[in-house]
């Protein structure tokens, strides 16, 4: 089936700055789209999701933006602290079965 | 947030021999459970879909005699791995969706075969 990718496998950033993970996806008949945040040994974190019907949407500290021209995806994190450090997912999948596609990861390395 | 349980966190366990990992929402019902595995430095392949009350759904690949899954409740469903072999250590991970359709992840369960 179709699958989610990644475009860089790794980012490595300073403490304090903005991060910028960044997801291709390939199934147009997508409508739902998660971000989740993986520590070594433990189980996804949910972050942040979107739906389809929108192209933006933001929590704390985080902004999920979507364009579905393209088939993209960003996970934008502000003032990136230690405790970010991690595999970051994102994953794709439709209202109508709820099952989701995991992309590659992205591991993220925050420097002190 | 919403918490997903996962029992045991780990085990280890002979070849040939059966283990039962156990998934619960502890704070809410969950229709549907999903059931996922992750080898060392890859991304979660989906293994199953649990349906309280019905069969599981399986993904092409996955053999539903060796990972029978079963659905017990709102808030448990399990995965027991029949006649473990080495080849079956790995990373298991479940989730359950919410009434928002959200998907919640339970820590995961590490499975050894010796």
């Known amino acids: 089936g179709e699958s989610v990718g990644l475009h860089l496998p790794t980012l490595s950033v300073q403490e304090g700055d903005n991060s910028i993970i960044n997801c291709a996806y390939s199934n147009s008949a997508s409508d739902y789209f998660i971000w989740y945040k993986q520590e070594s040994g433990k189980g996804p974190q949910f972050i942040i999701d979107?739906?389809?019907?929108?192209d933006k949407r933001q929590g704390q500290r985080v902004t999920v933006l979507l364009n579905k021209t393209v088939k993209h995806l960003s996970l934008q994190i502000a003032a990136t602290q230690p405790g970010d450090s991690a595999v970051y997912f994102c994953?794709?999948?439709?209202?109508?079965?709820?099952?989701?596609?995991f992309g590659a990861g992205t591991t993220v390395t925050v420097r002190a | 947030g919403a918490v997903v349980s996962q029992h045991p966190s780990w085990v280890i366990c002979k070849s040939g021999t059966s283990v039962k990992i156990e998934c619960r929402s502890l704070?809410?019902?969950?229709?549907?459970m999903f059931w996922y595995r992750q080898f060392p430095k890859q991304s979660l392949m989906l293994m199953a879909t649990?349906?309280?009350?019905?069969?599981?759904?399986?993904e092409q690949g996955v053999e539903k005699d060796k990972f029978l899954i079963n659905h017990a409740s709102l808030t448990l469903s399990t995965l027991t791995v029949t006649s473990a072999h080495p080849e079956d250590s790995s990373f298991y991970i479940c989730s359950a969706r919410d009434f928002t359709d959200t998907q919640y992840f339970g820590p995961g369960t590490r499975l050894t075969v010796l």
């Open positions: 704070d809410f019902q969950a229709t549907t």
């Open positions: 994953a794709e999948g439709g209202s109508n079965d709820y099952k989701l596609s």
């Open positions: 979107i739906r389809s019907n929108m």
């Open positions: 649990s349906n309280e009350g019905s069969k599981a759904t399986y």
